[in-house]
């Protein structure tokens, strides 16, 4: 009884941390073709427009989304066709959040996969790079996975608009 | 922003394969520019397969597995690989992966002189 309590206090005071109301938020959902790629990044860098980012910030953000909605369709769904839940925010301190969502097969060891050149699909060329990147042109990366799905959440804080820009 | 057509366009000049890419290279791009380039590796094998980058608006990973990819079928034959006047972003994604240990990149500033 007493730990259930704390538990849900707990979670409380954490939604409310979290609970930073966005400025604009769009979800999208996306069957797993890969043609679906393209769309998504390019969805992602219209709605990141919104705050004037630089032309680096957008093209990090592109690549970075790119590679997660690329990990659901190679990796989550494999073979089969599932749905992609894409969910984006715009804060007031300019951050974007994107959580990229999947219900596929998920990943057995994350800290293997976020390896640097760590693939388990080598036939098919790919480079192992994909958290790397991700890594590298975000803020912050989040995974979580289990065996019905993984959830990659990104941050990224955009540059202020005061400075100068080209 | 472009719209630039995703592909390959393939010139072939002694014993020289220029391969040059365009649009956004990703999984979903990536296998038709690598049969494509494939077929003409082997069929003409050149001393010296040139992948001509400046071109590329976008690319992520599955453009590196494409470069390591034909980068590994150049040696087999024989051939020099070499990237070509990659844009910014693209040379930021070559970075993080250490691509220029493994393979030369070119600049120059002379733009087309391939055609």
């Known amino acids: ?166 | 922003m472009k719209t630039e057509i995703s592909g390959v366009v393939i010139h072939m000049k002694n014993d020289e394969m220029l391969c040059v890419l365009g649009g956004d290279i990703d999984h979903h791009s990536a296998r038709t520019v690598r049969m494509q380039i494939d077929e003409d590796l082997y069929r003409r094998r050149p001393q010296k397969l040139v992948l001509d980058l400046s071109k590329v608006e976008f690319m992520d990973s599955s453009g590196l597995g494409l470069i390591l990819g034909r980068f590994s079928k150049a040696s087999e034959i024989g051939a020099e690989c070499v990237l070509l006047n990659p844009n910014e972003n693209v040379t930021k994604i070559l970075d993080v992966a250490g691509i220029k240990r493994l393979i030369r990149i070119e600049r120059s500033f002379e733009k087309n002189d391939h055609r």
């Open chain 1, 1 to 166: 009884m007493i730990t259930g309590e704390k538990i849900s206090e707990v979670k409380a005071v954490s939604k409310k941390r979290m609970r930073k109301k966005p400025l604009n938020e769009v979800k999208m959902v996306l069957p797993s073709h890969s043609m679906n790629e393209s769309y998504a990044r390019a969805a992602c860098a219209v709605f990141v427009s919104q705050i004037n980012p630089t032309i680096t910030e957008i093209s990090d953000i592109k690549c970075a989304v790119s590679e997660a909605v690329t990990n659901c369709i190679v990796h989550g769904y494999r073979d089969s066709i599932g749905l992609i839940y894409i969910n984006m925010r715009l804060y007031e301190n300019r951050e974007f959040r994107v959580e990229i969502k999947d219900k596929g097969c998920g990943i057995q060891n994350i800290n293997e996969a976020m390896q640097p050149l760590f693939t388990t699909d080598r036939e098919n060329e790919r480079s192992g790079m994909g958290f790397t990147i991700m890594e590298n042109f975000m803020d912050t990366l989040k995974v979580t996975s289990s065996g019905c799905g993984t959830k990659i959440v990104m941050t990224k804080k955009l540059a202020p608009l005061s400075e100068m820009r080209a």
